[in-house]
């Protein structure tokens, strides 16, 4: 009778340190990103800086074009196909087609250079080809491709009269990434898969899963920091490279399609706003950002897939003018180099770069540039 008395006991009591363990674990706050899940990158190529600090506002990028012309796109009062709502992404073919993604009316919408409407495709809806909250555009395949990503991974193809037309579906979690040669990228994290790159058939068969991977003992948090919202992809067709810059991460990543990592950049004394973990992994609380943290802003391939661009926002404190530092990095070697202060660059062309303004209405400004 004392043995079983005893045994209980210690059941009790083993019981009530694991609860206490439990609560203890669940209120503590994590702070995110840890430095641990930053990379190390010990080659001084592959670590880039700004000219100063990045608290100062570098050398304005577009002084520094040969500017002949400058095209808009977009009016305040108009026709529907001329009045823009939400430009939420930005693509150029390599024949110099600008397509629109325009969240605030569920479209994409494709121009000439010189700004001359050619047509749209999808639409607000719940139907096939239609959007109901569209997060990025890519192109494939010189622009016959079109895939867009939501929550359903929507793909078009241009027909002979360059309209495009709905070919498919399917499911997909992640609502950014990128397409080439008959297949798409895409950014998001499951557990059991060896990274947060999922790569598709154009179909929607899944082929492979690979890229960084946040590690935390919370499958999500994980998940958050790793994927989703978090991380940006970026493809070149023509050499069959895919690039990964996460937002909360300063590290660029690229792989060639079959996930070997080829090379790592690392972005110098950037750093975020930190992420506070509660209730034992269930919960992130993201705090105000304070001066000198960054986020990435914009990052996408140029028209021929030579280069990724990517440009960071920078808090410079109440007051002080806002850096927006814009990098340049080869696909094929991780070669980079900081190009200055680039406000709102979207895309750029061997014939124009492409800045996007919301105030005082919607507006792209295609400048030209003097290919002398």
Known sequence: MKTSLLTLIIIMLMQVS??????????????HPTSDNIPNVTNPDFILRPLNDVLTVGPDFYSSL????????????GEPYEMLGNIFDIEVDVDGRIFIL?????????????????????????GPGEFTEPGELALSESGRIAVVFEERIHV????????????????????????MNDHIYVSDYHPGRPGNIQKFTMEGEWVASFGYTYRSESEFV???MSSGASARLACSERHG????ALSRIPILDGYSEDGELLWRIKFEDLKSSPIEEHNGGRKLIYKKSS???????????DADGEFFNITHFINAGRGKPTPWHYYRVDVRTGDGQYTGNARFLRATHRDYVIQSLEYPYPTLRVFHLDGN
């Open 66 to 77: 040969a500017i002949i012309d400058t095209v808009i796109i977009g009016v305040d009062e």
């Open 102 to 126: 325009d969240r605030e009316f569920g479209e994409v919408l494709f121009y000439d250079p010189d700004g001359s409407y050619l047509g749209s495709f999808g639409g607000p809806g719940v």
């Open 222 to 224: 994980t998940s958050v």
């Open 156 to 179: 078009f193809e241009r027909q002979e009269n360059g309209q495009f037309l709905y070919r498919n579906s399917f499911p997909a979690v992640g609502s950014r990434g990128c397409a």
């Open 241 to 244: 490279i895919i690039g990964m």
């Open 18 to 31: 694991c609860v206490l363990e439990t609560l203890a674990y669940s209120s503590q706050k994590w702070i």
């Open 291 to 301: 001066k000198g943290d960054g986020v990435l802003a914009y990052f996408f391939t």
